[in-house]
């Protein structure tokens, strides 16, 4: 038999031991401030903005037109991912045998609180998902979709109004489930289920929606390869750390192949982006400040691929640029553009467009100065990622008649020479005048030396043509 004061010395032991777990909890927490940070994993419904509201209305001004370049909602991982899968549930196992003595637990690293280890003891992978469904839009990404339109709807009911006209809308999607489920979700927020609406015929050559499937000099770009700035932040002590202290408060006595790792953040990021209102399990194998430098990474890599890093990307979009302006500009139907794609095609626009610069590129080297950074693809492109620009007929103003605010995932855009997100025409139309006038054709995919030059060159012929013809 046991003396009382053994069981008391146990007792006190065992609340000492609870106290050391106690530092954080995912499922306890109800703010949960890391998945704002998942990049292009993020949940629409946390990224979105509320400013819109105070922001839509412009007194002396009515909304006439709109241009929408929409992302696909949430979606199901790819295949790669979707065959990891029994991975996830051999990691499940080793993390539970870890925990099954929590003496054998290192004392000098936080560990998971019982709420959590009980949530990931159970997880199973929901074995419906099948690799054919790589990439599908979920059924919460087509209500991510829904969602958008019902909102900017209420916002702008003049210009896009409930009944489907086939003159005032104009939809085009890419060759994809998600985005052609996409559209669907948009025009059944708009008009209500089986209204007729229609997308365009998506072209062989989709240059439009995917520019970056036909500049090869744009896909032989190194973003993530050896001696890229991904490549030499995966290479430094913080990232070696990070891995280091995920591994260590799984209860492993080394660090997991970064490929584990980022295996359970991909699924810890897809649960919550698929369910906003549950927790993933996945989740809570990663601390808030951890989130942080995968979210680096991550910027880091966007930030070379389509972002700022490279004057290249930010020509790729030339032709939705510049069918933006033109269709802005035209007093004629019409009066709604929406497109549906992807997040490569929302990130270049966005650079197309000079928004959300930072003066100092983001480098592997400079994490700590960064936490500030535009170059934020979590809050520019979240899952069912927007852009809508929005042009405004303003009465009241008889030098700039024209206007127009350009909203990012609800919230306006706030360029440097626009007030407060309130843009003249006449200075939009001068401020991307090298989009307007490119002949996208060499412009996307070339050094953009001779774009506009060769424009010139194309009229003088089209002309020297016409004058034969007419001899
Ligand atoms: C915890 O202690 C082990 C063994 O002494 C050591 O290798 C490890 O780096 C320590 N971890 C932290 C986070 O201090
Ligand atoms: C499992 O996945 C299928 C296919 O995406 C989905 O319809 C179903 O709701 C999921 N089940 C659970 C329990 O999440
Ligand atoms: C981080 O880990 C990698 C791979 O194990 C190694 O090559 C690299 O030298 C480490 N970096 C530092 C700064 O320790």
Same mark, same amino acid.
Do not use: N
């Given at each position: 038999m046991k003396s009382p004061l053994i069981t008391a010395c146990l007792l006190a032991l065992a609340i000492v031991q609870i106290g050391a777990q106690d530092d954080y909890c995912f499922g306890k927490d109800n703010s949960r401030p890391q998945t704002r940070h998942f990049t292009s994993k993020t949940a629409y419904q946390i990224a979105k903005s509320s400013n819109i509201e105070k922001q839509y209305l412009v007194p002396g001004c009515t909304a006439q037109k709109m241009w $929408?370049?929409? @992302?696909?909602? +949430?979606?199901?991982?790819?295949?790669?991912? $979707?065959?990891?899968?029994? @991975?996830? =549930?051999?990691?499940r196992d080793l993390i539970a045998g870890n925990y099954g003595k929590r003496s054998d637990l290192p004392a000098n690293t936080s560990t998971l609180c019982m709420e959590d280890l009980i949530a990931l003891k159970m997880w199973k992978w929901n074995t419906s998902i099948t690799d054919d469904m790589e990439n599908y839009l979920t059924s919460q990404g087509y209500e991510d979709l829904r969602g958008t339109a019902k909102t900017y709807q209420k916002y702008f009911p003049e210009v896009l109004i409930k009944e489907y006209d086939h003159e005032h809308f104009m939809f085009r999607h890419t060759d994809t489930q998600r985005t052609t489920e996409s559209f669907k979700a948009f025009t059944e927020g708009l008009f209500g289920a089986n209204s007729g609406a229609v997308a365009e015929d998506i072209p062989e050559k989709d240059l439009l929606l995917r520019p970056y499937d036909y500049c090869t000099s744009w896909s032989s770009q190194n973003y993530k390869n050896a001696g890229s700035e991904s490549d030499k932040f995966r290479n430094m002590a913080l990232w070696n750390k990070t891995l280091a202290d995920v591994s260590a408060r799984l209860g492993f006595k080394y660090t997991?192949?970064?490929?584990? $790792? =980022?295996?359970?953040?991909?699924?810890? @990021?897809? =649960?919550? #982006? %698929?369910?906003?209102?549950? +927790?993933?399990? %996945?989740?809570?194998?990663?601390l808030p400040e951890q989130v942080t430098v995968f979210e680096y990474e991550d910027d880091l890599r966007y930030f070379y691929k389509s972002g700022y890093g490279n004057a290249a990307n930010s020509r790729l979009n030339c032709r939705a640029a510049q069918d933006m302006l033109k269709h802005l500009s035209s007093? +004629? #139907?019409?009066n709604v553009v929406s497109y549906f794609g992807h997040s490569t095609g929302v990130q270049t626009l966005i650079n197309a467009l000079g928004i959300n610069k930072d003066e100092v590129p983001l480098l592997a080297s400079n994490y700590d100065q960064q936490g500030n950074r535009k170059w934020a693809t979590s809050k520019i492109d979240p899952f069912a990622a927007n852009f809508v620009a929005v042009k405004y007929e303003c009465e009241a103003d008889t030098e700039n008649k024209e206007k127009a605010i350009f909203f990012l995932n609800?919230? #306006?855009v706030d360029l440097s020479w626009c007030k407060v997100g309130l843009c003249n025409w006449n200075e939009v139309l001068d401020r991307y005048s090298h989009l307007l006038n490119a002949d996208c054709e060499?412009?996307?995919c070339g050094d953009g030396a001779n774009a506009i030059g060769i424009s010139l060159g194309a009229l003088l012929?089209? #002309?020297v043509v016409y004058l034969i013809n007419l001899m």
């Open positions: $929408i370049f929409h @992302r696909h909602g +949430t979606r199901l991982p790819s295949k790669s991912t $979707i065959q990891k899968a029994p @991975r996830l =549930e051999q990691l997991l192949d970064a490929s584990d $790792i =980022e295996l359970m953040y991909d699924m810890c @990021r897809y =649960e919550q #982006a %698929w369910q906003v209102d549950r +927790t993933s399990v %996945w989740c809570a194998a990663f007093k +004629t #139907a019409p609800q919230d #306006a060499s412009y996307y012929m089209t #002309a």
